[in-house]
Nanobody, 124 residues
Framework: VQLQASGGGLVQAGGSLRLSCAASGGTISGYRMGWFRQAPGKEREFVARVSLSGTTTRYANSVNGRFTISRDNPQNTVYLQMNSLKPDDTAVYYC??????????????????WGQGTQVTVSS
């Protein structure tokens, strides 16, 4: 499965962006999907994940209430709606498919296929 993330850009604090992650070479319907982010000099951190059916979601405390993850299995795409953005949200955002053999949805080790990342920059 190849993943292509898009939708990043430069936005002022308080603004919104919607990231997309399009899959090819396979279907995402059999995978938990997640979004992670990595700021300069920091480790990659969990942002959000969505279950196979899309009915269950989990978020990092830092984004809970501001970000919404969703998926469209027929379109083979996952989304991350980001509202009320803050400068601390500045990072490269990555989408990933979950490892069916892992329950560690909050760790990068729980994911097997990764997109190339899209830059999100929030100015103050």
């Amino acid at each position: 499965v190849q993943l292509q993330a898009s939708g990043g850009g430069l936005v002022q604090a308080g603004g919104s962006l919607r990231l997309s992650c399009a899959a090819s070479g396979g279907t995402i319907s059999g995978y938990r999907m997640g979004w992670f982010r990595q700021a300069p000099g920091k480790e990659r951190e969990f942002v959000a994940r969505v279950s196979l059916s899309g009915t269950t979601t989990r978020y990092a405390n830092s984004v809970n209430g501001r970000f919404t993850i969703s998926r469209d299995n027929p379109q083979n795409t996952v989304y991350l709606q980001m509202n009320s953005l803050k400068p601390d949200d500045t990072a490269v955002y990555y989408c990933a498919t979950g490892d069916p053999g892992s329950v560690e949805y909050y760790s990068p080790s729980g994911y097997i296929y990764w997109g190339q990342g899209t830059q999100v920059t929030v100015s103050s």
